[in-house]
């Protein structure tokens, strides 16, 4: 017996078949994505935060729902009007390396070493290479960045305008509140705790200070690294952010002026000339090192033709300023930034055969350094700068 399906509609007596309209009236696609992202706003107001992962699993949901939206550019569009807290736009992270998956580790799961992770057994590694481990491996998310956060964006604005410089790194420069730069990324020497001091053994080696630092990065990590590797590190990669040219320049137009019999002697500032016999050097005019010494500059040059940063060459000495009452590195580091912009650019290949980057050159007529020695002591030096092109002095 054949049943059509129009019998099978008639022969209904319980009315499963009748369709009902819908009492509610029904949500188009952009609806439904609104609707999904006010929740996410729900949340954030709730608890003056994005939905983060690993926070319960509604919490993981929004979480990945977020995630999710903010990496499709047509649904962001839609949904810019609704973003009142501005949760769909932020920076991207790119994770192009290890550091970049170690430094991503919001759950800071990579930041405790207690089972050994990153030592290494019968294995050979060399100094520069535990150094870089250690620099990487003991970060972890900083938990009061926000009392840095804006001063990292002043530096940042400071590099832009020109008031602070990038500058090879010494270890002399390694000291409390200085910011430096490794593989791109801005870092502050916040703290040092020297556990170990500088000794000599009875067989005459050297022991070398040594502690804890704490260092806070402008991802919002830190790390407590000991000083040695840090050393290490930056020496390899590395470079040091001058101060702000006008703060130094205001401290020491304060300490420097007024000097008396009793005033301390601090070291000396000095202009030098190259003997180089190499083409390269010998036939740039105006070519003249500036530096600091604390001890007589006759001591300083003594082994100029076997240090770098002297061209691997004998020098003269041009001119030698005495300084008193004053930290000289600061005079040092004021004539570097005036004259940046005339910083010779050379490698130069020491007896180690290492290849080094000598910063204290520049290419500027010996008068013009003068003049400038004297708007640093007379506090003028910020109304000026150096234009390399014309070779003078202009007012800003």
């Known amino acids: 017996m054949k049943i059509t399906i129009q019998e099978i509609f008639e022969n209904d007596p319980l009315g499963l078949l009748n369709i009902k309209p819908s009492t509610s009236p029904t949500r188009n696609e952009d609806e439904r994505l609104v609707a999904s992202f006010q929740e996410i706003n729900d949340f954030y107001e709730k608890n003056k935060r994005a939905p983060e992962q690993g926070g319960g699993l509604q919490e993981h949901q929004l979480y990945s729902r977020l995630k999710s939206l903010r990496e499709n550019p047509s649904k962001v569009e839609i949904l810019n009007v609704h973003d009142k807290y501005g949760l769909l736009h932020y920076e991207k992270k790119q994770i192009n390396s290890l550091d970049d998956i170690i430094n991503d580790d919001v759950l800071g799961l990579l930041g405790d070493d207690s089972e050994g992770l990153f030592d290494l057994k019968h294995v050979t590694v060399s100094d520069k290479e535990r150094a870089e481990a250690d620099f990487v491996a003991r970060r972890k998310p900083c938990k009061d960045f926000s009392k840095y956060e804006q001063l990292f964006k002043d530096v940042q604005k400071d590099i832009s305008t020109g008031k602070r410089k990038l500058i090879q790194f010494k270890e002399d420069n390694l000291v409390e509140g ?26 005459g080696t050297r022991v070398r200070k ?16 000991r000083y040695r590797s840090l050393a290490k590190v930056l020496y390899v990669n590395g470079q040091v952010l001058t101060k702000n040219a006008y703060e130094v320049n205001e401290e020491f137009n304060v300490t420097f002026n007024n000097i008396e019999e009793e005033d301390i002697e601090a070291g000396f500032i000095y202009i030098l000339k190259s003997k180089s016999e190499k083409q390269e050097i010998k036939e740039i005019q105006h070519l003249y090192k500036i530096g600091f010494s604390k001890t007589s500059v006759e001591d300083r040059i003594k ?33 570097h930034n005036f004259f940046s912009a005339a910083c010779l650019n050379i490698d130069v290949f020491g ?31 910020v109304k000026h700068s150096y234009d390399s092109t014309n070779e003078q002095i202009t007012t800003r």
Not at 178 to 203: A, C, M, P, S
Not at 321 to 335: A, G, H, R, T, V
Not at 353 to 381: M, T
């Open 351 to 381: 007896k180690d055969g290492k290849r080094y980057a000598p910063r204290e050159w520049f290419i500027a007529p010996l008068d013009i350094i003068e003049q400038a020695v004297r708007l640093i002591i007379s506090g003028e030096i």
């Open 303 to 335: 082994n100029a033709s076997q240090e770098p940063t002297y061209l691997m060459a004998d020098v003269r000495i041009v001119m030698a300023y005495k300084c008193y009452n004053m930290n000289p590195q600061k005079f040092e580091l004021l004539i």
């Open 210 to 225: 040594d502690g804890r630092t704490r260092c806070v990065f402008e991802n919002g990590t830190e790390s407590n690294m």
């Open 178 to 203: 200085n910011f430096y730069v490794h593989n791109g990324v801005l870092l502050l020497l916040e703290k040092i705790n020297f556990t170990q001091e500088e000794t000599y053994r009875e067989d």
